[in-house]
C-alpha cells in the first residue's frame, strides 16, 4: 500500500501570507495526486488534481507543484476564506490514499 | 448540476449493520465511479471502496474486507454502502463521492455525508 505523509500538520498564518504544505508519497506516484480543502461540518472541495490542474472555479491563488514522491500546495496571498484543513490523495494504479492533514489556522 | 444525495443518520448498536444510500444525479450516471470514505470525529479522511455503477464490479480497502458491500442500481441511479459487524470506532461521518475521470482516481463531487453513530 502506498502511505501518504504530509507536513506540518498544522500552520498557523496571517492574511496575505504565502503558506506551502508538502505531501510525500511513500513509492513514485507520478503525478497521481490530488489536493482538498475541508472546513468543519463540511465535505472535502476538490483543489487540484494531476498534481497541477486547478478544478474549475477554484481561485488562481491555489497552485499545486511536484512528481513522483514530493508534491506542494501553495497559496499566494492566504485569504479569510483559506483557513480550513488540507488533504492530499493519491490515485495511482487504482489505490486510493489520503494524507493525515494539515490544518491552516490564524496566527 | 452534479449532485450526491445521501440517507440520513444512524445510531446502530455493535453488532450491527448499517446501509447508506447515495443517489446521485445531475450526469450519466453510468459513466463515473462512485467512492466511499469516512472520517471518524476530528480525524482525517479514509478511503473505504469503489464501485462501478455499471456492472456493479467493486474494490475495498484491506482493512474492510469481509465487512462493507458496495453495490449500485441503475434504475434508481443509486449506490449503497452496507457496513456489518459495526464497532465503536466505527463511528463517522460517511461520504460518497463521485470519481473525476472514468477510470478510477480523485473524488470531485461529493455527498453531504451521512453520520452513522455505533452506541450501545
Known amino acids: 500500500d502506498i502511505q501518504m505523509t504530509q507536513s506540518p500538520s498544522t500552520l498557523s498564518a496571517s492574511v496575505g501570507d504565502r503558506v506551502s504544505i508538502t505531501c510525500r508519497a511513500s513509492q513514485s506516484i507520478s503525478g497521481w495526486l490530488a489536493w482538498y480543502q475541508q472546513k468543519p461540518g463540511e465535505a472535502p472541495k476538490l483543489l487540484i488534481y494531476?498534481?497541477?490542474t486547478l478544478e474549475s472555479g477554484v481561485p488562481s491563488r491555489f497552485t499545486g507543484s511536484g512528481s513522483g514522491t514530493e508534491f506542494t500546495l501553495t497559496i499566494s496571498r492566504l485569504q479569510p476564506d483559506d483557513f480550513a484543513t488540507y488533504y492530499c490523495q493519491q490515485y495511482h494504479s487504482f489505490s486510493f490514499t489520503f494524507g493525515p492533514g494539515t490544518k491552516v489556522d490564524i496566527k | 448540476q452534479v449532485q450526491l444525495v445521501q440517507s440520513g443518520a444512524e445510531v446502530k448498536k455493535p453488532g450491527a449493520s448499517v446501509k447508506v444510500s447515495c443517489k446521485a444525479s445531475g450526469y450519466t450516471f453510468t459513466t463515473k465511479y462512485i467512492h466511499w470514505l469516512r472520517q471518524a470525529p476530528g480525524q482525517g479522511l479514509e478511503w473505504m471502496g469503489i464501485i462501478n455503477p455499471l456492472g456493479g464490479s467493486t474494490s475495498y480497502a484491506q482493512n474492510l474486507q469481509g465487512r462493507v458491500t458496495m453495490t449500485s442500481d441503475t434504475s434508481t441511479t443509486t449506490v449503497y454502502m452496507e457496513l456489518s459487524s459495526l464497532r465503536f470506532d466505527d463511528t463517522a461521518v460517511y461520504y460518497c463521492?463521485?470519481?473525476?475521470?472514468?477510470?478510477?482516481?480523485?473524488?470531485?463531487?461529493w455527498g453531504q455525508g451521512t453520520l452513522v453513530t455505533v452506541s450501545s
Open positions: 494531476k498534481a497541477s
Open positions: 463521492a463521485r470519481d473525476g475521470t472514468s477510470i478510477g482516481s480523485y473524488p470531485d463531487y
